[in-house]
């Protein structure tokens, strides 16, 4: 996990529609050997930051850089050295997953032997050794978005662009790709950048993230920095389970100072989840047990970063997609 | 047709591991003409144009072979072969076969176009695709070529099965004055469907559902087809009213023909009726007019080299007629946004 070279930069770079902003004054760095998550839920501008970086849409402001090359300006040379997996990828249904590969290495100047021997590696690799030569349309989304990840690595890429490379891929399997694409990173010093919208993975998987929300990044770097971030001045979510009753449980808690809320556990009644200034947290446990009321459950909620992403989706507004420009 | 400079090597420097790529165009017009020689359409045309086509010729030949005494020696026999109509004998709903390939060729155009662009889409492989080292003209570009390939392919082995044919009925083997001509006329039929094609890719690339691209293109052919005389003449009427004078209705005719040959059709067929017949001399109304008051019709014979002089415009026009239509869907692709 050593930080390499900077292989993707971004400065302000935007990308305008007439109606809308799509990304808005992003700035990144994508070092080689990490693997970078944008985050974000869909429509907030994450493939379309990554079609900019590959060249296949000009930004309206600002520059990007990939391995030291302008997408707008060079593509080619770009798209060269970067795999791409597309969100929703496609194929061609009537040839099978190895012609398919094959068409895509004969475009990337990759034929005969040493494209056979490639795309053997990369069937096994993710796992349709035995597939290789039925027909696409027969495949499962899962199996097509495998094929996804080898196509992508055809061309022996040394950034891999990876939009949404876990969808509909069942859980099992998604360990498998994470992992492979762990090594991809570690192992063999690819720069990966990956999107997604289910940030477990992306925990799980990503050095380093940043949240995107309506094309603004709201948060940038590893998951416990991020979490610190966001942790410092903000109130805290404790589980709280007591027996008797409620109303005087709420009334206990309603006298403590530096508590913003008490509300219900919508899934389990018994739970009260108070929301309470983090220098407060011990307050509300002494004024319970001095009243006489002892909880057997209390549990801070914290800042996960599902906390984090949950709030930046709550301040969207939850409709990211119209955001006016 | 379509020249483009291939790929530069302008990247070889910065790239450690340097590959050379072919141009992009030629991967994904083998790729797409592989496809079409493969798809049931390919066939289904194949077999529909061929077994017509086989028909008139059939019948044609009879009907040469009984008048062939008359006019022995006369140039331009085997040609006949392709514009004569064969309603003598046993059929009399067959039309000459220059005007069933003038009916039919937009249809192999529309078939091998209307979903080039928009199935990529519906697929999800434009991204992919465009995300490989080539530039994105190399699709459309690719997808014409190997569409026009393809047209080449179908309309060459019909021409090819029905002038054997021909000779076999007719014992006699075109002189290489007529070759030349059914040569030509061959290029520009596949210019001609190539219009087709480029027509078909562009609604390809405008509607993003194929169904919709196909109904499209089709009702530009059914329209010009089969409505396109009748509003042509009307507009003509309105501009140049055909009157009781010799002279008025003369500017009619003329309005009418000129108008007409703003359609592709019109220009085909006029090729053809000159391409393939050494006899005519003009298809201008004021030459036929001409003509006919100094005698002098039928009066000789003009080798091919005349033949094409005359129908250069026409020549000129739909090879022109064919690049614009290509030019809009290539301007259209390019400006489209890959994810939309």
């Given at each position: 996990m050593t930080a390499g070279a900077v292989v993707i930069r971004t400065v302000g770079l935007e990308k305008r529609y007439d109606d809308r902003?799509?990304?808005?004054?992003l700035d990144l760095e994508v070092r080689q050997g990490e693997v970078f998550g944008l985050l974000g839920p869909n429509g907030a501008g994450k493939t379309t930051t990554i079609l900019m970086l590959l060249g296949l849409t000009e930004p309206t402001g600002g520059t990007a850089e990939v391995l030291g090359l302008d997408p707008a300006r060079n593509p080619l040379a770009v798209k060269r050295h970067v795999g791409y997996l597309p969100d929703n990828v496609g194929f061609y249904g009537n040839l099978t997953g190895r012609e398919n590969l094959r068409y895509t290495a004969r475009l990337n100047g990759i034929d005969g032997r040493a494209a056979n021997a490639r795309i053997d590696e990369l069937l096994r690799t993710v796992g349709l050794a035995d597939a290789g030569d039925r027909a696409v349309e027969t495949y499962s989304r899962g199996m097509r978005q495998r094929l996804g990840l080898a196509d992508a690595l055809v061309k022996s890429p040394s950034v891999a662009i990876l939009d949404e490379p876990t969808t509909s891929i069942d859980p099992v399997g998604v360990v498998e790709v994470l992992e492979l694409v762990r090594s991809l990173a570690h192992d063999h010093g690819v720069a990966v950048l990956l999107s997604s919208h289910l940030l477990h993975q992306v925990q799980q998987v990503c050095d380093r993230i940043s949240i995107f929300v309506a094309g603004d990044v709201v948060a940038l770097g590893t998951v416990g920095e991020i979490a610190a971030q966001q942790q410092r001045g903000l109130n805290v979510s404790l589980e709280i389970g007591a027996d008797g009753d409620p109303a005087a449980t709420r009334a206990v808690l309603e006298a403590v100072?530096?508590?913003?809320a008490i509300d219900g556990d919508p899934q389990d009644h018994r739970l009260l989840v108070v929301t309470v200034a983090p220098e407060a947290r011990s307050a509300v446990l002494t004024s319970l047990v001095g009243a006489g009321i002892t909880p057997w459950l209390v549990r801070d909620?914290?800042?996960?970063l599902d906390e984090i992403y949950q709030r930046y989706f709550a301040a969207a507004g939850g409709a990211p997609r119209e955001v006016a420009a | 047709m379509i020249e483009r400079s291939q790929p530069s090597d302008v990247t070889a420097e910065v790239s450690p591991a340097t590959r050379s790529i072919p141009a992009g165009w030629r991967i994904i017009g083998g790729k797409e003409f592989t496809d079409h020689l493969l798809s049931l359409r390919f066939l289904l045309l194949l077999l529909l144009l061929g077994a017509l086509g086989v028909g008139t010729i059939y019948t044609v030949a009879g009907t040469i072979r009984d008048a062939a005494s008359q006019v022995s020696g006369a140039r331009g026999i085997f040609l006949l072969l392709f514009t004569l109509n064969p309603s003598t004998s046993i059929t009399q709903s067959l039309p000459p076969f220059v005007q069933l390939v003038g009916f039919l060729g937009p249809l192999v155009g529309i078939a091998f176009g209307f979903n080039a662009i928009n199935s990529e889409r519906a697929d999800g492989t434009l991204p992919r695709l465009l995300s490989q080292p080539i530039h994105r003209d190399d699709v459309i570009n690719g997808k014409f070529v190997a569409g026009l390939a393809t047209i080449a392919l179908i309309l060459g082995a019909v021409i090819v099965l029905v002038a054997a044919i021909g000779m076999i009925r007719l014992g006699l083997v075109p002189a290489g004055d007529d070759a030349m001509r059914l040569f030509t006329w061959y290029l520009m039929t596949v210019i001609y469907v190539g219009f087709w094609l480029a027509l078909a890719m562009l609604c390809s690339v405008l509607f993003r559902n194929s169904g919709t691209a196909f109904f499209a293109v089709l009702a530009v052919w059914l329209g010009l087809t089969f409505f396109g005389t009748t509003i042509i003449d009307a507009i003509a009427g309105i501009i140049a009213p055909s009157g009781t004078t010799g002279e008025q209705q003369l500017n009619n005719l003329v309005w009418r023909q000129n108008l007409a040959r703003l359609t592709p059709n019109r220009l085909f067929t006029e090729m053809g009726q000159v391409i393939l017949d050494p006899r005519v001399q003009t298809v201008d109304i004021q030459g036929l007019v001409a003509l006919r008051s100094n005698q002098r019709a039928l009066a000789s014979v003009l080798p091919f080299t005349q033949s094409l002089l005359i129908v250069w415009p026409q020549v000129v026009g739909l090879i022109g007629m064919t690049s614009v239509c290509f030019g809009a869907a290539y301007v259209a692709f390019m400006r489209q946004e890959v994810r939309a």
């Open positions: 902003i799509a990304v808005r004054s100072p530096g508590v913003v909620r914290g800042m996960e | -």
